[in-house]
Nanobody, 124 residues
Framework: QVHVVESGGGLVQAGGSLRLSCAAS????????MAWFRHAPGKEREFVAA????????MYADSVKGRFAISRDNAKNTVALQMNSLQPEDTAVYYC?????????????????WGQGTQVTVSS
């Protein structure tokens, strides 16, 4: 079975931090870009961060640049999103996803494997 599972969400005060984790299985995920998207009520799904298969190149949405950091451990088949200086506008369900092979970018349509999401709630 091919799947990804997110964990690590929770309730945090503004200015706090959370670390999200994504466990992937069913593919050789080292060949695929991995990314995090988020979806808040009443808003469109939003790109957050992506990391290339080698881990040497990363990209971030402007809204999280300097606050969030994406990383991956191909040996463990995991991806993490370290989120610092969280703000209420970061409140959303966060999804981990794997891209179609060799894709690297922000287009959600190029990612074809999605987890169930983990809720992040930031209070003021």
């Amino acid at each position: 079975q091919v799947h990804v599972v997110e964990s690590g969400g929770g309730l945090v005060q503004a200015g706090g931090s959370l670390r999200l984790s994504c466990a992937a299985s069913g593919r050789t995920f080292s060949d695929y870009t991995m990314a995090w998207f988020r979806h808040a009520p009443g808003k469109e799904r939003e790109f957050v961060a992506a990391i290339i298969w080698s881990g040497s190149v990363r990209m971030y949405a402007d809204s999280v640049k300097g606050r969030f950091a994406i990383s991956r451990d191909n040996a463990k088949n995991t991806v993490a999103l370290q989120m610092n200086s969280l703000q209420p506008e970061d409140t959303a369900v966060y999804y981990c996803t794997a891209a179609k092979r060799y894709y690297y970018g922000r287009d959600s349509g190029e990612y074809d494997l999605w987890g169930q999401g983990t809720q992040v709630t930031v209070s003021s």
